[in-house]
């Protein structure tokens, strides 16, 4: 019953700016933190920003002082603006979050589908 809905990715060249947000729909209860991922080819899918419940983020080296997360909590929604966008930002970034829901006793990790981010040169 819980989804995660995201939007926003696309082709960008270097410099440039994307806007991604991730909507958390369904029975949900409380959310304990929502953030984002990514996952280039070859590697290992990586943190890039997460956001707890509290406000605190926790941000990757590569991408702090040029992305930034915000949130609407009455939409249960997250957003990542990137900025001074990099050919090394291209991957799939996937939308995550750690909430309880209110038909099931035991909170979560739940994902979105994935959405291509791909910076040219």
């Known amino acids: 019953q819980v989804q995660l809905v995201e939007s926003g990715g696309g082709l960008v060249q270097a410099g440039g700016s994307l806007r991604l947000s991730c909507a958390a729909s369904g029975r949900i209860f409380s959310i304990n933190a929502m953030g984002w991922y990514r996952q280039a080819p070859g590697r290992q899918r990586e943190l890039v920003v997460t956001l707890n419940r509290g406000g605190s983020t926790i941000y990757a080296d590569s991408v702090k002082g040029r992305f930034t997360i915000s949130r609407d909590n009455a939409k249960n929604t997250v957003y990542l603006q990137m900025n001074s966008l990099k050919p090394e930002d291209t991957a799939v970034y996937y939308c995550?979050?750690?909430?309880?829901?209110?038909?099931?006793?035991?909170?979560?990790?739940?994902w979105g589908q994935g959405t291509q981010v791909t910076v040219s040169s």
């Open positions: 995550h979050a750690d909430l309880l829901r209110s038909d099931y006793p035991l909170p979560g990790d739940y």
